[in-house]
């Protein structure tokens, strides 16, 4: 059987998510080619190359797909697809983006955020904000799926040694265009890559209240920093820190929930992880139901206390 994982990147860097893709792409078993399309690229198909369990990496490198518009990748993808069993991509905003259009463009049902290979043709999902899990069989000529990486442990971003082809062909459907982007640079760690994160919710009062508690905390931590959706609402701190469905799912090795009750979609994108601490002073907070350790008290004391413990 034959693979094809759809790198997310951003022309310079290999996101680790691929990584976690390739796992599970393993524990379907077959070959593996990884698909890099974007621009200027070469240093991220270098780097999928070296990734353990690649066969093949295919570079489009064209400046068609420099933004990865999902209209002209998703075009390649159908097109390079008919040569594969499989068609696997991570669980991000670029996966999500790409492989619906990749499935009707073949006229198949796709599986979303598949958190386990049960055999070639069945696999399990989440369903209802996760509090069901759904197997689903696939009888498609090909399997069209995005892969929740923080089900899967990454494989190894070195001991590949796969052979690097160029697509030459490139597909610009011109119903699209790239207008700008803005990006948020912080010196703490990437939300869905760090090993500790901290989050606030609707409890922390305010923005300015959040960075006031917070960030000293995660400062000492070495952690990232997240966000309940009602904090995001409520304008404390900027969609790329949300926490649950409709935003990031996290599984770190420590979650830190402060002020944050636990509602179905927040527990949604952050109950994956290892060590889960609750600081809160509702003693019925929904999220003390998934919390390994919950403290009960004011945030604005307890956390300073603690930061000052540490």
Known sequence: MSILVIADHNNQTLNGAT??????????GGDITVLVAGSGAQAVADAAAKVAGVSKVLLADNAAYANQLAENVAALVADLAKGY?????ASTTTGKNILPRVAALLDVSMITDIISVESANTFKRPIYAGN?????????????GTVRGT??????????????????????????????EEIVKLDRPELTAARIVVSGGRGVGSGENYHKVL??????????????????????????????????IVAPDLYMAIG??????????MKDSKVIVAINKDEEAPINSVADYWLVGDLNTVVPELVSKL
Request: negative net charge.
């Open 19 to 28: 990584l976690n893709v390739v796992a599970a792409a393993q524990k379907i």
């Open 85 to 89: 069993k499989y068609v696997l991509a």
């Open 132 to 144: 069901a899990i759904a197997t689903v069989q696939s009888d498609e000529a090909i399997i069209v």
């Open 151 to 180: 089900a899967f442990d990454a494989v190894a971003a070195e001991g590949g040694s796969a052979a690097v082809e160029a697509v030459a062909e490139a597909k610009d459907a011109g119903i699209s265009k790239f207008v700008s």
């Open 215 to 248: 960030d000293p905390l995660a400062d000492k931590l070495g952690a990232a920093q997240g966000a309940s959706r009602a904090a995001v609402d409520a304008g404390f701190v900027p969609n790329d820190f949300q926490v649950g469905q409709t935003g990031k």
């Open 260 to 269: 944050i009750s636990g509602a179905i979609q927040h527990l949604a994108g």
